[in-house]
């Protein structure tokens, strides 16, 4: 009525907001109400991924700008602030006269412009197109429900080529990660969050063992398997079902009780077992596939030749139920000592990652090198390296004697070779924490009570720790066993 004063609205429609009439579509960003648990709800600004409808209902799969992306979901239209509506800068759509949803006029000239400009991306989509197939890029061929052929091995065992887009969790290199990363791995660093496809997740929920999970990322299982409200895991062999019908038949063949590979440490319930990416294909397919629903800054490889995989395991009367694992490279040229490390939902902020980490340094020790993990590292990924890092450091230092009744003294080099940190973490992990100093012309390490009070609290709350004498582990040199 404001835009046509002379003609006034009939009663009825007195009260119809133009922007109600709106059509929302994919790109459109506006205040999204997130329901939190343990705080008030807020309306963070969300970008609309995707849109379907169920029973006549419309569902927007929404993505909170600046949030994590395992909290992305599906919200219906009553969480949304239409008010705030903001439309995508190309080919924003933007109400007509009559309220409804209309392209943005333009002229002859604007026309021909973006077809020429339509024109460009099509000839360099055309020559990208061999880069993303070879590369392995998920795209949004991932529909064709064949995983097998999706993820082809990269021939050569070549680094993968950056083909465009950026990584949006992407650490800062403030403590010493390099922004451009090594990109090889059984699961290698993604670069690519720009295929709507990926950006969502696919999976509604996994049953694997006693345990439901919600994953928090894409994975490529078959597009057929994608629809079930539940995805069935055999916790043993990892294998994927359709139902718990077939999930019970395979479970009358399936002679697994523990993940297959050699047990290489147990203590206590915790077990870790060895298994070779070339001998156990199928298993550690599998698991890179579970592994990806918990993971976002990786892209799935199926070549898992040059792969180990350290999986551990909690024991019971039924058997040895998967906690989490890390993976490695037979051979790392860059001293990396974990490629992908992942603690399941149902067991983290128990202290099993640190334990994994852990075990991870322990084969280091007793291969005789430092070893770092491949980067970009998650968020989570991070805290608990930090953590990790800051405890074993501050452990050596705190138990320095003093010599001649002079303060003790130590190298980084010397922290690097007792604890089999990369000297790069330690020296990070100094600055991190504060501990470095200059003082009359020489660097002097200083722990001030508070680092000492916290760290002897943070202590007594790790019960659970590697034990050297319980692992029974030789080292390889797969250098001398051609390829792997």
């Not at 890092?389 to 303060?407: A, C, H, V, Y």
Request: charged share 30%; glycine share 6%.
């Amino acid at each position: 009525t404001g835009i046509f004063p002379q003609h006034p609205a009939p009663a009825q429609y007195k009260l119809t907001c133009c922007y109600l009439q709106v059509e929302i579509v994919e790109g459109c960003r506006l205040p999204v109400l997130r329901k939190n648990q343990e705080h008030e709800d807020e309306w963070p600004l969300a970008e609309i991924l995707s849109v379907k409808e169920v029973s006549g209902r419309k569902l927007y799969y929404v993505h909170y700008i600046d949030f994590n992306k395992r909290l992305d979901e599906w919200v219906t239209t009553e969480r949304l602030d239409m008010k705030k509506l903001q439309f995508p800068k190309k080919d924003a759509k933007t109400p007509t006269k009559n309220g409804l949803s209309g392209s943005r006029p333009s002229s002859p000239e604007g026309g021909r412009e973006r077809e020429r400009e339509r024109e460009r991306e099509r000839e360099r989509s055309g020559k990208e197109s061999t880069c993303d197939l070879k590369q392995c890029n998920y795209d949004s061929h991932s529909q064709n429900g064949n995983a097998r052929r999706l993820i082809p091995a990269p021939p050569g065992r070549k680094r993968k080529a950056n083909c465009g887009g950026t990584d949006e969790d992407s650490q800062d290199s403030s403590d010493g990660i390099p922004s451009a990363p090594r990109m090889t791995g059984s699961l290698v660093s993604d670069r690519s969050h720009d295929d709507i496809v990926t950006r969502m997740k696919n999976i509604e929920c996994i049953e694997l063992g006693r345990h439901r999970l919600k994953p928090w990322y894409f994975s490529p299982y078959p597009q057929e398997l994608t629809s079930l409200p539940i995805l069935y895991l055999c916790e043993f062999c990892l294998k994927y079902l359709k139902s718990l019908k077939c999930l019970q038949r395979h479970l009358t063949k399936c002679n697994l009780r523990h993940p297959p590979g050699n047990e290489i440490y147990r203590k206590g319930t915790i077990s870790f077992f060895e298994i070779d990416g070339r001998k156990n294909k199928n298993y550690s397919q599998n698991l890179c596939l579970l592994a990806k629903c918990f993971l976002d800054h990786k892209t799935l490889y199926y070549d898992t030749d040059p792969f180990l995989f350290y999986v551990m395991t909690e024991y019971d009367s039924k058997g040895f139920h998967i906690v989490g694992y890390f993976s490695k490279e037979k051979e790392s040229t860059e001293d990396y000592n974990v490629a992908c490390i992942l603690t399941l939902p149902p067991y983290q902020r128990r202290g099993y990652g640190k334990l994994l980490i852990e075990f991870s340094y322990e084969l280091s020790k007793v291969e005789g090198k430092t070893g770092t993990p491949e980067k970009p590292l998650s968020d989570l990924g991070l805290l608990s390296y930090r953590s990790y890092w800051s405890q074993t450091i501050l452990e050596i230092l705190m138990d320095l004697k003093p010599d001649n009744g002079e303060r003790p003294q130590i190298t980084i080099n010397e922290i690097s070779e007792i604890t089999s940190v990369k000297k790069e973490d330690v020296i990070s992990t100094l600055q991190y924490l504060n501990l470095i100093n200059y003082y009359k012309g020489q660097y002097i390490l200083t722990l001030s009570e508070d680092i000492v009070e916290g760290h002897e609290r943070a202590m007594q709350k790790r019960h659970l720790r590697i034990d050297p004498k319980c692992l029974h582990f030789t080292p390889k040199d797969w250098s001398k066993r051609g390829k792997w």
